[in-house]
């Protein structure tokens, strides 16, 4: 999917009036952007340690309304606030520096 998406980006008859910039970024950005496995290791590893760190929702039907409720609530109390203090740690100058560089 990111290749088509990156593919498709080059296309500038079917993006022109789309692009944010008019120029392609640097060839390292442009890497690093393509650099989409090491999230996907990284999300198969989050999820095995929620899984290991949540024994006791092992009893739980896969779709019922409690496993609903449950995902709800580990989402908007777990998951969002962890997500918004890591985009705000990325944002720290040595770390902003350290991914944006």
């Given at each position: 999917v990111n290749h088509g998406f990156t593919f498709l980006a080059q296309c500038h008859g079917l993006?022109?009036?789309y692009r944010?910039?008019?120029?392609?970024?640097?060839?390292?950005?442009?890497?690093?952007?393509?650099?989409?496995?090491?999230?996907l290791i990284g999300s198969a590893i989050a999820?095995?340690?929620v899984q290991l760190c949540t024994p006791w929702l092992d009893g739980i039907a896969a779709f019922s309304?409690?496993?609903?409720?449950?995902?709800?609530?580990?989402?908007?109390?777990?998951?969002?606030?962890?997500?918004?203090?890591y985009h705000v740690a990325l944002h720290w100058p040595r770390l902003y520096k350290f991914t944006h560089s």
């Open positions: 993006v022109g009036r944010i910039l008019e120029k392609n970024p640097p060839a390292e950005q442009l890497a690093r952007e393509l650099d989409w496995d090491h999230p999820f095995l340690a309304w409690r496993s609903l409720g449950m995902c709800a609530l580990g989402h908007y109390l777990v998951v969002e606030p962890l997500y918004y203090f």
